[in-house]
């Protein structure tokens, strides 16, 4: 089977296609014919070694997490899935390698693809939703009525934090540019801010929530916009966040959190339930053909700026 794998952590020079046998599903995995690919810059800093404190030593390794795909083999009798069965799911960061034709993925990150959703649109689901559910409902506690600022509200986490918000009847602020106006208003977004054209930070309101999707807001300069008790979400932060983030917190006077999508089979099946039910509609920009997938990292990578979500797909559509 074809993949992209990396010796060493580095540039995307260390990313080559390699020839690999067709892996074996043990109890609790399935094998999954990868159909669909979501990219995420949570990727390529895993491949820089951003996140090596994190993940283990061991190489080659794979890049992607996200993947929407057929069942081609169980590894247990008792599987809830069959051959022949649609997926999708998310590779843990120390498994990632779903930029493969097969993928070996957790029985528990798994799930049934939604009927009223391509295998592309699926692909996008996992990691994003991941993300923002642990941000605004474990980080952020997120209520009904709260005022919260999603930043960079059409990328491709942030489109499914607006989402999720609008599920738990939160006021959304959105920060997008001229060109993704309408995008914003197609997934909800209640109050949009241009960023082209207003400063959110000048502006008079205060938010409960406020989640950086970009990680271009500062928190000493976004004191301004919070409340004594709002919070202040970072996504994908560097480990040194990671671990001083209580420390920030003591000098700042504010609650910071910095946020790593923290998977779960309960997740997993929120995600599709609301998929399911139409609350999630994802915002595809563009789509690679599987055979292109090292351009389309090294493109997303280099700044191609995008409305929504990249994705790779290995299927022909109908």
């Not at 082209?196 to 970009?214: A, P």
Request: hydrophobic share 40%; proline share 3%.
């Amino acid at each position: 089977m074809k993949t992209i794998n990396y010796n060493k952590y580095g540039s995307q020079d260390e990313m080559y296609w390699a020839d690999l046998v067709i892996p074996k599903p043990i109890t609790n995995q399935i094998l999954v014919n990868v159909k669909a690919i979501s990219l995420n810059p949570i990727d390529w800093k895993i491949r820089k070694g951003e996140m090596k404190l994190f993940i283990n030593k061991k190489f080659p390794k794979g890049i992607g997490t996200d993947f929407s795909g057929i069942v081609e083999n169980v590894g247990s009798k008792l599987s809830k899935f069959k051959e022949g069965d649609e997926v999708f799911g998310w590779l843990p960061y120390k498994m990632a390698g779903s930029v493969s034709e097969f993928v070996i993925a957790d029985e528990g990150l798994t799930v049934k693809k939604p009927a009223n959703m391509s295998f592309a649109e699926a692909s996008t689901l996992p990691m994003a939703c991941i993300a923002s559910i642990t941000a605004l409902v474990d980080g952020g506690k997120i209520k009904k009525g709260m005022n919260v600022l999603i930043n960079g509200c059409t990328g491709g986490v942030g489109q499914f934090a607006v989402m999720i918000a609008k599920t738990h009847g939160a006021i959304v602020t959105g920060t997008c540019n001229t060109s993704s106006n309408e995008s914003a208003k197609q997934i909800g977004v209640d109050h949009i801010i241009d960023y082209s054209k207003v400063n959110v930070l000048k502006g008079n309101k205060k938010f409960d929530i406020i989640f950086d999707t970009v990680g271009n807001l500062k928190l000493g300069e976004s004191k301004i916009i919070m409340n004594s008790y709002s919070i202040f979400l970072e996504l994908n932060p560097n480990p040194i966040n990671l671990i001083f983030g209580s420390v920030k917190n003591i000098f700042t006077g504010k609650k910071v959190k910095s946020i790593i999508a923290k998977a779960s089979p309960e997740k997993m099946e929120t995600i599709k339930k609301l998929a399911t039910e139409g609350k999630l509609n994802p915002i595809i920009s563009k789509e690679y053909i599987f055979d292109n997938a090292l351009e389309a990292y090294k493109n997303l990578e280099n700044g191609e700026k995008n409305i929504g979500k990249t994705v790779i797909i290995n299927y022909e559509k109908k």
